[in-house]
């Protein structure tokens, strides 16, 4: 049976497509069967693998579109990815920055669930609520894995909103007497995550890979393959 990793929250325009079509690259690198489940009506993902699959030097990243019609039910998501899990390696799904079905179906089923934020305080104010949903979708599967997700951080050492986060987080840790699981690495705003997703590639396939993204990336593999 393979994992279904699920990238997702309420917050739009922080990094899920980067993230998923990244790691959905990089594990097929590494020899993984892997598809991306793109269940985001902006279909970013899902336009990625079709570039992707324009290249065939590539390693095969499989897609498949999900999005649930008004009269649709999530047991039909459900069912996809459950079917999904026993053809391949890994699943990994791109959910839509918003409570909806598509992103409950997908809890209630992946292994894990990874959940970019930028350092915002908008962003910061949807932790407690996406708590309670995993709070609440832990009852049909119990053993889901949950982490938050720096994205987007402003490379520039004078800014200092990662460290106000990481400060916010521990009082609401406090507040809440619950630990909220974060990802030790930050991943950076850096230009060539945008460059690279135009390509249909990762950032480890281009030429000259980044450094720091190569790092940044490795980092998130590490913590997909746990």
Do not use: H
């Not at 899902?46 to 999005?67: H, I, P, Q, S």
């Not at 894995?145 to 004078?158: D, E, T």
């Not at 890979?209 to 393959?225: G, S």
């Amino acid at each position: 049976m393979g994992k279904i990793i699920l990238f997702g929250g309420q917050k739009g325009g922080v990094g899920k497509s980067t993230y998923a079509t990244n790691m959905s690259a990089i594990l097929a690198i590494n020899g993984y069967s892997v598809i991306l489940v793109d269940s985001d009506k902006q279909e970013s993902s899902y336009g990625w693998a079709e570039t992707r699959g324009e290249n065939e030097n590539l390693a095969t990243v499989d897609v498949a579109k999900l999005v649930l019609r008004n009269n649709d039910k999530s047991k039909i998501l459900v069912n996809q990815l459950k079917s999904f899990s026993e053809k391949y390696d890994f699943v990994i799904v791109d959910a839509g920055g918003r409570d909806s079905m598509e992103l409950r179906a997908a809890i209630s089923v992946c292994n894990k669930f990874f959940i970019p934020l930028k350092a915002s305080q908008p962003d910061f104010d949807t932790i407690p609520k996406m708590i309670q949903m995993v709070d609440d979708l832990e009852i049909i599967n119990p053993d889901i894995q949950f982490k938050i997700l720096m994205s987007m951080i402003s490379p520039n050492p004078v800014v200092k909103e990662n460290l106000e986060f990481k400060e916010g987080i521990k009082e609401l840790e406090e507040l809440l007497d619950i630990k909220i699981p974060l990802l030790n690495e930050e991943i950076n705003d850096r230009k060539t995550y945008r460059d690279v997703f135009k390509e249909g590639m990762s950032v480890l396939e281009i030429n000259k890979p980044n450094a720091k993204a190569k790092k940044e990336m490795n980092a998130l593999l590490k913590e997909v393959l746990k």
